[in-house]
């Protein structure tokens, strides 16, 4: 028996191992079914399961006997369904089977955990922000703020990094080499936008770039893809000056899509001291309130800033 063979039995006893041990592990009550008597199986008994997942009894049966069968996507997906499985038992149950996954979009927004907030805070001196799945911005630190600009002053499809690539003129003019980075860019987005194919934002942030960028008109019916890449990236910046950083980024375990990107000074340019600058400066720009901040303060009764000065200047 050859190394392929082996490989292949050996990830069909192991998805019959996990689909056996998920079966066990759920108790009747926790998917609507009755206990029932004289049960003598621990957790599910194996027509259940299949009951929940609308295929054959002696089809899943194989399954958990490791027989030579291929499970199609949309039955390993309402098997994961069916055991109950959370997002990462889900990935192991696809890898198992041999199938890329396709990628559900979970309902509500996309959370940033607060260790990763704080590792964000800790990075003084280096730009970073998360991203999200379709390439949201959802949180940043002061360094990409004071280089990139206030994040929090754009909303909806305008804080994105492909929206800021190809439809912010701001954004793009301090991109030094835009053209080459904003292709190879686009390349990994599409990379990234396959499993999440039809879904309702991706598409029509697609189409609204499709209509304000003639770049991204012509580039994105080429199908480039491209993995995700590190490198050098300058910025122009109309205060700082040109400046050379490290960009790198990596996937944040703890949800699906999220991605922290860092971008390092170059320790042989005079970027370090550039971006000090540059955040003490931002340190004297007050920072706008957002709606929800605000809305908060006068419930409060909290006085507003523009109150406070007010304030202030009757106290003299």
Do not use: C
């Amino acid at each position: 028996m050859d190394g392929v063979s082996d490989s292949h039995n050996e990830r069909r006893r192991a998805l019959a191992a996990f689909l056996r041990s998920r079966r066990e592990r759920l108790a009747p009550a926790e998917v609507g079914l009755p206990n029932g008597f004289r049960r003598r199986t621990s957790g599910l008994r194996r027509e259940e399961v299949a009951q929940l997942a609308g295929i054959g009894v002696t089809w899943y049966t194989w399954l958990e006997q490791g027989r030579r069968v291929s499970p199609s996507a949309e039955v390993l997906d309402a098997l994961a369904t069916a055991l109950r499985l959370d997002a990462a038992e889900r990935r192991h149950l696809f890898v198992l089977a041999d199938r890329p996954p396709a990628l559900k979009r979970e309902a509500g927004p996309e959370v940033v955990d607060a260790p990763i907030r704080r590792l964000l805070a800790s990075l003084t001196r280096q730009p970073a922000y998360v991203t999200g799945r379709r390439w949201d911005i959802l949180v940043w630190n002061r360094a990409a703020a004071a280089v990139f600009g206030d994040y929090a002053r754009l909303e909806g499809d305008a804080r994105n990094i492909m929206h800021l690539m190809f439809a912010n003129p701001a954004h793009r003019a301090m991109l030094a080499d835009w053209p080459s980075l904003a292709a190879v860019t686009l390349a990994m987005f599409r990379a990234d936008y396959a499993p999440y194919r039809g879904d309702p934002d991706f598409e029509r942030l697609i189409a609204n770039l499709r209509a304000v960028s003639a770049e991204f008109r012509e580039w994105w019916p080429r199908q480039e893809i491209a993995g995700h890449l590190s490198g050098h990236k300058r910025v122009d910046h109309p205060v700082g000056g040109q400046m050379l950083f490290e960009y790198t980024s990596f996937a944040v375990s703890t949800a699906e899509g999220l991605r922290l990107a860092v971008y390092t000074p170059v320790a042989e340019s005079d970027t370090e001291r550039r971006l000090a600058g540059l955040m003490r400066q931002a340190d004297r720009i007050p920072r706008p309130q957002s709606k929800a901040v605000r809305a908060a303060r006068k419930i409060a009764g909290a006085p507003s800033a523009s109150a406070k000065a007010a304030a202030k200047r009757r106290a003299r």
